[in-house]
């Protein structure tokens, strides 16, 4: 029958219509800002501070050194290094950013910061309602709004947040163990150096060395052999006369 194929498409098509408006699975468009979507797991966009614990001053990561504002192509990390120092997640004295600062307005979510951080200190938050009335003192994140805690990190990066404190545990575990190696070591050449200042010294016995012979000897010898050759010649001479 002419028409039937045409007949059958518009009836998947005004199945797929009328789906769309009841099927919960296929709605694409969500009750906002009553229904949010789930951002997926690598959704990034601007940068947070992480502090570890619950004093977000004492367990920051951040060390200030500076590497994230060097490397940041737009320019817009700002960071002021301390003049005191506290101590890590290792427990290793360290510098904090006394002054870090994040223009949102300028910023361009590339990553790169979070790249060449060493300490795992920033990362990419998924926060993205950051609208303002005024472009600038309201745009510019200061450390206080930027730091966020681990348990944070962990809620909207679940996956990446696990294997970053594994490796910081490695770490850790690394640096105690070769600190109680060094204790070991250190204790054993104390204890050594200890024993040998205890051991009495023995002074080696002294050598008994001939007395040189003198030359006065060796005169005497000489003198003795003349004399002895001078009465031999004259025995002979005797002996010759009797003859």
Do not use: W
Not at 50 to 66: E, F, M, P, Q, T
Not at 93 to 113: A, G, W
Not at 151 to 168: M, Q, R
Request: aromatic share 8%.
């Amino acid at each position: 029958m002419i028409g039937t194929g045409i007949l059958k498409g518009m009836a998947v098509t005004a199945r797929n219509f009328v789906g769309s408006y009841f099927e919960k699975e296929r709605l694409i468009t969500v009750q906002y800002p009553e229904e949010r979507s789930p951002l997926p797991e690598n959704y990034r966009n601007f940068p947070f501070l992480i502090y570890d614990g619950d004093n977000s001053h004492a367990g920051l990561r951040c060390v200030a050194c500076k590497i994230c504002e060097k490397e940041c192509p737009p320019q817009c990390i700002y960071i002021v290094k301390s003049e005191d120092k506290k101590p890590d997640y290792m427990g290793k004295p360290q510098f904090y950013p006394k002054v870090f600062d994040i223009d949102i307005s300028v910023c361009m979510s590339c990553q790169i910061c979070v790249e060449v951080c060493p300490f795992e200190a920033i990362k990419m938050d998924k926060e993205f309602e950051l609208s303002q009335r005024e472009r600038f003192d309201h745009l510019l994140l200061r450390k206080e709004q930027l730091s966020k805690s681990n348990g944070y990190y962990h809620e909207i990066h679940p996956v990446e947040a696990e294997t970053v404190d594994k490796n910081l545990a490695d770490a850790a575990s690394a640096a105690e163990a070769k600190k109680k190696a060094a204790a070991e070591v250190a204790a054993k050449a104390a204890a050594a150096k200890a024993a040998a200042a205890a051991t009495p010294e023995t002074k080696p016995a002294a050598a008994v060395s001939s007395p040189p012979q003198s030359s006065s000897g060796r005169s005497d010898c000489v003198t003795l052999t003349g004399q002895t050759s001078v009465a031999a010649q004259e025995s002979n001479t005797q002996s010759s006369k009797r003859t």
